[in-house]
């Protein structure tokens, strides 16, 4: 199973010098749980309902003070959409994060988190039995089915 069938779509981009209240305000309006941080359409890092309590609680400034790019978690960690979805997982365990954002090119396409992944685990399972199988009739010229 690829990062393009279980990411989402639904990716809120922000600018490095906006505020943290106005990423919450779009992260609200949305229902996703993180902002894409971009400095003129160049993604840098990512804003996650977690940054947002880290830097609330470090400053105790009110969140219409506190700039995206102080609180945001950087740098980014990237995936392709045609990675396959053990990569991703691999991903976010290497670099201890709970999200990827899926880029192709320099284009944000969506983001891929460990709840995605749960969500998606049967498929994926699925897919990644389908594929042994697969392998394993190439080698022996057997059908395990």
């Known amino acids: 199973m690829r990062v393009s069938e279980v990411a989402s779509a639904d990716v809120i981009t ?14 609200l309006d949305s229902d996703v749980g993180s902002a894409v941080v971009t400095d003129e359409g160049v993604p840098g890092g990512i804003l996650t309902k977690s940054d947002v309590l ?12 506190i700039g995206v790019s102080a ?3 950087a740098p980014l960690i990237t995936i392709g ?4 979805a053990r990569r991703a997982a691999e991903k976010l365990h290497e670099h201890d994060v709970h999200r990827l954002v899926v880029v192709d090119g320099m284009d944000v396409v969506g983001v891929v988190s ?3 992944l749960i ?3 049967g498929g994926i399972r699925s897919a990644a039995r389908r594929r042994a199988d697969a392998e394993y009739d190439w080698v022996t010229g057997d059908d395990v089915r």
């Not at 922000?14 to 992260?27: F, Q, S």
């Not at 880290?54 to 003070?65: Q, V």
């Open 81 to 84: 959409p045609d990675a396959s």
């Open 54 to 65: 880290r830097a609330a609680y470090r400053t105790d400034d009110p969140l219409s003070s």
């Open 71 to 73: 609180a945001a978690s």
């Open 119 to 121: 969500r998606n685990y």
């Open 114 to 116: 460990t709840t995605d």
């Open 14 to 27: 922000i600018g490095v010098d906006a505020t943290v209240r106005d990423a919450v305000e779009r992260m």
